[in-house]
């Protein structure tokens, strides 16, 4: 496995092998990886022939009063991890190679962004989307791939590739969760041992959902409620969002006709945590 740091080395190494014919698959992280990337990168590892998986803390994503300085950084550790997995090549810019200047250009998905996550985190996808399509111009792969855990982000990043005609494919993987149903995320570390246990509750709500509208529960309302009910068990627990929207549009619903996006996201302490389940009532699964 390589470790490059610079645009060139990348691109120079990428081209080589797309000449070799093989199949590129991306795994764009923030680093602190953890057992949902090791899924994506073990993903991509059997649909492609070579992996890259890039780790760069994007500080156009975060706004000013997130957690971009604290963000757990700590390239050794996942370096380890990415060579267990059998990455091929890991890609860590600095800022200074990924805004070499004041970025002028971005890129913005509309509509999709305004709701959820983007209703708190004002400017958060821009620097999503902006980032990833950075990303994807510099590893030039055949495919990416995304985690459910962060639906809106794949739903959005989706959006982006067919509004602008970007030819890679996007491949969404299924949220990895903790014995207790908790999503991981590289944010579960910054929980205290209280707040930990108190945070399998954000799943619990999410099944309790599931199971009332597998019951024939179709009001959006009567679900959101089961949900509050549910977090309101632990005081620790201070719901930002919770919300049953169309699975495509990520519009509010007040039934559920049709494929649903139930998302939800909650403080606990200092510590920021989503998480999400589709509701579609024709397929057994809340998680595709
Ligand atoms: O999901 C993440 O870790 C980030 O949002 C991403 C896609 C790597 C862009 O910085």
Redesign the pocket.
Known sequence: MQIVKTIAEVRRLVSTVRQEGKRIGFV???GALHNGHVSLMKTARKQCDYVVVSI?V?PT?FGPSEDFEKYPRNLDSDAITCRKTGVDLVFAPSVKDMYPRENWTWVEVENLTKSLCGAHRPGHFRG?TT??TKLFNIVDSDMAF?GQK?AQ?AIVIRRMMADLHLPLEIVICPTVRESDGLAVSSRNQYLKPTERKDASLLYHALTICEDLARKGENRVKVLIAAMQQVLGRSVAIEPEYIQIVDLDTLEPLETIDRPALVALAARLGTTRLIDNIILDLNVSSGDV
């Open positions: 764009p992280t923030m760069f994007n994503q999503v980032v990833c995304f962060d982000q």
